[in-house]
T-cell receptor
Framework: EAQVTQNPRYLITVTGKKLTVTCSQN?????MSWYRQDPGLGLRQIYY???????DKGDVPEGYKVSRKEKRNFPLILESPSPNQTSLYFC?????????????FGPGTRLTVL | GDSVTQMEGPVTLSEEAFLTINCTYT??????LFWYVQYPGEGLQLLLK?????DKGSNKGFEATYRKETTSFHLEKGSVQVSDSAVYFC????????????FGQGTRLTINP
């Protein structure tokens, strides 16, 4: 089954404790991205990657890091989480060349930073 | 920059009512337009899309027409069901900024039996 998986689905942590949210897709998509969803703001892009070893900032990259060492994986790293990073996070992927193509989303990771 | 504005929710309707969720956009050039749906506890799923002016996207009884003259992509359904209760997001992908989707703020829809 074609899918995007994220782990963990739920995470409660404390300020300053480094964490990683994993994302993996099995569709051989070139393009992957991370979004955060906050009430009244919709989804905002954090980082994206157009292919292996190619990453770039989205609209709200502060406090986040990413890496793309393999085509299927795109982890999101919070080196020193803060309470304002409490949010619902989505990973997504699609074929790079399809401007009108569907973007597939993972099930989401709900993060709470105390 | 590109932006999407959706009608504010929440929206509550009775089963079999007619649904319209308004969406307007600002973008340079000719963006592709999308409606995504998020059911409780799940990720976003593509509901329908349109890639050029006057295209009509449709799926599961939902429709939306790409209106360039009014920069709109309103979502409609003639008879809603309880199972349509979800959050709906309008989004665009611009030609120039094709690396990301730009989302509206989402509209929460609740259908009562």
């Amino acid at each position: 089954e074609a899918q995007v998986t994220q782990n963990p689905r739920y995470l409660i942590t404390v300020t300053g404790k480094k964490l990683t949210v994993t994302c993996s897709q099995n569709m051989n998509h070139e393009y992957m991205s991370w979004y955060r969803q906050d009430p009244g703001l919709g989804l905002r892009q954090i980082y994206y990657s157009m292919n292996v070893e190619v990453t770039d900032k989205g609209d709200v990259p502060e406090g986040y890091k990413v890496s793309r060492k393999e085509k299927r994986n795109f982890p999101l790293i919070l080196e020193s989480p803060s309470p304002n990073q409490t949010s619902l996070y989505f990973c997504a992927s699609r074929h790079q060349q399809q401007q009108g193509g569907e973007q597939f989303f993972g099930p989401g990771t709900r993060l709470t930073v105390l | 920059g590109d932006s999407v504005t959706q009608m504010e929710g929440p929206v509550t309707l009775s089963e079999e009512a007619f649904l319209t969720i308004n969406c307007t956009y600002t973008a340079t050039g000719y963006p592709s337009l999308f409606w995504y749906v998020q059911y409780p506890g799940e990720g976003l799923q593509l509901l329908l899309k349109a890639t050029k002016a006057d295209d009509k996207g449709s799926n599961k009884g939902f429709e939306a027409t790409y209106r360039k003259e009014t920069t709109s992509f309103h979502l409609e359904k003639g008879s809603v069901q309880v199972s349509d209760s979800a959050v709906y997001f309008c989004a665009l992908r611009g030609r120039q900024g094709a690396q990301k989707l730009v989302f509206g703020q989402g509209t929460r829809l609740t259908i009562n039996p």
